[in-house]
């Protein structure tokens, strides 16, 4: 029985429109629950949990989750220094706090996670982390090739090998060179989950400032037609966890 993790980068307050009212009737059409990755950065710390705090905090369902999408840039722009990209970590942690949410699942804007942001993370509590893309040819800031695409503890060294972190990373979903991401249609998400072959677990995610309700709704059939099980970021890490190891 697949494990579905859906996720949902939160960026709205940066751009002219929002989809999320429209993806949370589709999650409830369905009883699926989705983890919401609010963007925050050293640049703009707060806007999109503003927004969210105001507009739609209360109208996630309770069984949802509320994580943390980081950006590591600043007014100069992209931060490589660890210390730097720490305190950005924290100040994330902070802001979602003061908003009465305590995230504890992650994902790096742009997919660069570093091997030094798993300190602070952990430092912060974060137990579920989905910046890999492994598989896919998305080679921004950092080179996810040959790292797992099933779950897995990093290495503190090197994030492509597996290790003793308290993170559980969850890779996107990735095959023939894209992640699926319902952006561009529920179509081409699926051929991407069915190129990626028989998985454990399958991480999609979509974007608020998105309109990718149909594709959700399409998506979420098509796993539910497979027998699968929808979980949270956190969920399925604490499942992880808890799991045996072979």
Request: proline share 5%; with cysteine.
């Amino acid at each position: 029985m697949p494990k579905v993790l859906l996720t949902v980068d939160c960026k709205a307050a940066h751009h002219q429109r929002c989809y999320t009212p429209e993806i949370v009737k589709i999650a409830e059409q369905h009883v699926v629950p989705l983890t919401w990755l609010i963007h925050t950065s050293g640049a703009d710390p707060s806007a999109n949990t503003q927004l969210y705090y105001h507009e739609y905090f209360h109208k996630i369902p309770s069984w949802h989750e509320i994580g943390m999408n980081v950006y590591f840039e600043n007014d100069r722009g992209y931060v490589e220094d660890p210390k730097e990209r720490g305190s950005i970590i924290q100040i994330a942690k902070d802001v979602l706090k003061s908003h009465r949410i305590k995230a504890t699942s992650f994902r790096a804007g742009c997919f660069a996670l570093l091997p030094s942001d798993l300190k602070y993370l952990e430092e912060v509590k974060i137990i579920a982390d989905s910046s890999s893309v492994s598989g896919s040819d998305y080679r921004m800031f950092v080179d996810w090739g040959g790292a797992p695409t099933y779950p897995y503890r990093p290495s503190y060294e090197d994030l492509k090998q597996e290790g003793n972190s308290k993170i559980v990373i969850f890779p996107v979903t990735c095959a023939k060179g894209q992640y699926a991401y319902l952006d561009k249609g529920a179509e081409e998400a699926i051929g991407i989950i069915e190129a990626a072959g028989e998985r454990e677990v399958y991480c999609i995610g979509m974007r608020d400032y998105m309109d990718c309700a149909a594709a959700l709704d399409t998506v979420i059939q098509y796993f539910k037609g497979r027998g699968s099980r929808f979980l949270t970021l956190t969920n399925a890490a604490s499942e992880f966890f808890n799991t045996p190891k072979k």
